[in-house]
């Protein structure tokens, strides 16, 4: 009978009267306050965290960015006709920035402790 009383009065919780609002709110906000003043000591500088914050409110979502909404969308005639340029151009081996020192095949010391299984059909290069 007991154990019923006392999952009874769990069950039905305690009643909100002015009195008790009153006692929770004030607690809450004290509660609240000792929040406020943890955050502000923790704050580097003594900055309040409002005036740390950047405002991004003009700044565009990811999704705008990526789908073209934002600024000008994207015009498939000029990358196509840029393209096109780009193939047409010729290219000067002359005015080629080439490190060629990358492509020394002489220098195959630091290979040679890795073991390669070489294919059956495999062609060594013309130099």
């Keep these: 009978m007991e154990e019923q009383a006392v999952r ?13 609002f ?15 003043l943890e955050e502000e000591t923790k704050m580097e500088g003594g900055k309040k965290q409002k005036e740390k914050r950047e405002d991004k409110s003009d700044r565009i979502t990811g999704f705008a960015h990526f789908s073209g909404k934002a600024g000008k969308a994207v015009n498939l005639d000029e990358i196509e006709k840029a393209a096109a340029e780009a193939e047409d151009a010729p290219i000067d081996p002359e005015e080629l920035d080439v490190d060629e020192d990358l492509f020394d095949l002489d220098d195959d010391e630091d290979l040679d402790d890795l073991d390669f299984e070489e294919p059956d059909d495999f062609d060594e290069p013309d130099i």
């Design 22 to 36: 009153e006692v929770w709110r004030t607690a809450f906000e004290k509660e609240l306050e000792e929040e406020a």
């Design 8 to 20: 009874q009065r769990r069950a039905e919780g305690t009643p909100c009267t002015l009195e008790n």
